[in-house]
């Protein structure tokens, strides 16, 4: 019932920054939380940031202080700034979309590469 879209992936050299959104349907008082993940291929998907209805975000260590989370009510999206991005970030990175409820929407994802 929710269309999921993420957006922004590309290359970028270590150092560098990219800005990834998550464009959302319906009404932003439907949703609980927002949380981006990435997968690099043959590992397990894991988490990276999180934003929820107060405005409180969470990170993981790998990303902390490096990636921001924020979100435009307006616009329905939900943006993750990467900034000083490393090798170790490249990965296919996918928006997670948490409904009241419990319901939960992904993304088809977006693909990101740290070039050396």
């Known amino acids: 019932q929710v269309d999921v879209e993420e957006s922004g992936g590309g290359l970028e050299r270590t150092g560098g920054s990219l800005r990834l959104s998550c464009a959302a349907s319906g009404s932003p008082a439907n949703i609980a939380a927002v949380a981006w993940h990435r997968q690099s291929p043959g590992s397990q998907r894991d988490f990276v940031a999180s934003i929820v209805r107060n405005g409180n975000t969470t990170y993981a260590a790998s990303v902390k202080g490096r990636f921001t989370i924020s979100r435009d009510n307006t616009k329905n999206t939900v943006y993750l700034q990467m900034n000083d991005l490393k090798p170790e970030d490249t990965a296919r990175y996918y928006c997670?979309?948490?409904?009241?409820?419990?319901?939960?929407?992904w993304g088809q994802g977006t693909p990101v590469t740290v070039s050396t």
């Open positions: 997670k979309v948490v409904r009241l409820g419990g319901k939960i929407y």
